[in-house]
């Protein structure tokens, strides 16, 4: 991976990892951001992206998922929820309910979830 990733200047996400929009960050790297869902619907709500704008799960690169992923540990573990447990959440394409169309990991924490 290099340090250029398309871009989108119209997507949400694209804007707030260009701090053109305003969110809580709660982690980045050369590669991943990670910020508070701003409707959160559990006590620790964070959403993990690529920098790189990629709609959906299905168009994202195979190792732009594999760094996506090991990063995911490292903001589970700063969030302090490693070991007591979270839940992740993919929304893939327009039957899912996907929102926004740049590749995010919600990451759910803080209370005991049911299914
Ligand atoms: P999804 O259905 O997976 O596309 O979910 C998109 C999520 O992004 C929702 O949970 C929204 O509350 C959240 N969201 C949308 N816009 C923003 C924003 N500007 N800052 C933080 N979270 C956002
Ligand atoms: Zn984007």
Redesign the pocket.
Known sequence: MTGTYPTDEYC?FCR?IARN?P?KLRYESEHVVA?????PKAPTHV?ICPKGHYPTFMETPDEVLAQLEAEIKIVAERLGVGERGFRMVV?NGRES????FHL?Y?LLAGTVMGF
């Open positions: 949400i707030i929009a969110a910020f508070d869902d701003h409707r959403l929304n309910g996907q929102l926004v995010h919600h």
